[in-house]
């Protein structure tokens, strides 16, 4: 089966600043997914790549996947509180059934005003 | 708005009770899904659903089952069977497109405790 592993696993980031988080499969990446979470709360769908060398932006927020690599990176530039949650990677496997997604073990992200 | 509902938000159950967490959606999605979440870790595929009358087995379905008798509704039943139950639960729905991967739109999850 399909592993994601994210790194880091956790970071505290002064607000300004910028930050990455990488995710990195086991297997081909046939479409990559980028969630948010609050604590205790559901995921908000941020971003889903799915080109090799495909990049995406939102706000602040820039995804990037490398299909050689098989890594998916998130930027945040000039963190804000805002950003503060925890960010989570999903991947499509080629023969997935439906849209059933296999997810990183996450990131939590702390933004100290 | 569409979207999806989940209930309770927080439960509380004695060990060797069955109990059942409610997942609707009114997005019109095919596919539903149910997540477990454990503190520091991501998500694991407990069940999930592509039509109605018709669900599959994820990687931890051990100790728990599902129905999907409308397509609006896939519920979650913990049993007594589960031997670690106390997790954060979340429900998802997709527009199912065989071979294809698209959004899954999450509920707000169901925090379960083990007294």
């Known amino acids: 089966s399909q592993e994601l592993e994210q790194s880091p696993q956790s970071l505290i980031v002064q607000e300004g600043k910028n930050l990455t988080i990488n995710c990195t499969s086991s297997?081909?990446?046939?479409?990559l997914y980028w969630y948010k979470q609050k604590y205790g709360e559901g995921l908000i769908f941020l971003m889903m790549?799915?080109?090799?060398?495909e990049e995406k932006s939102h706000e602040k927020i820039t995804a990037k996947l490398d299909e050689k690599k098989q890594q998916s990176s998130l930027h945040i530039t000039a963190s804000q509180p805002s950003h503060a949650g925890i960010y989570l990677c999903?991947?499509?496997?080629?023969?997935?059934?439906?849209?059933?997604?296999?997810f990183g073990g996450g990131t939590r992200l702390m933004v100290k005003p | 708005d569409g979207g999806i509902t989940q209930s309770p938000k927080y439960l509380f159950r004695k060990e060797g009770q069955n109990v059942t967490l409610s997942c609707e959606q009114n997005?019109?999605?095919?596919?539903m899904y149910w997540y477990r979440q454990d503190p520091g870790q991501g998500l694991r595929l407990i069940y999930y659903?592509?039509?109605?009358?018709?669900?599959q087995k994820g990687d931890i379905a051990e100790g728990y089952s599902v129905s999907r008798e409308k397509k609006e509704s896939f519920p979650l039943t913990v049993t007594s069977a589960q031997k670690n139950p106390t997790a954060f639960y979340l429900c998802?729905?997709?527009?199912?497109?065989?071979?294809?991967?698209?959004?899954?739109?999450f509920g707000e999850g169901s925090r379960l405790t083990v007294l």
């Open positions: 998802a729905s997709s527009i199912a497109v065989a071979g294809a991967a698209g959004e899954l739109f």
């Open positions: 297997k081909t990446l046939y479409g």
């Open positions: 790549l799915q080109k090799g060398g």
């Open positions: 999903g991947a499509a496997g080629r023969y997935n059934a439906g849209n059933m997604l296999t």
């Open positions: 997005l019109n999605h095919d596919a």
């Open positions: 659903s592509q039509i109605v009358n018709d669900f």
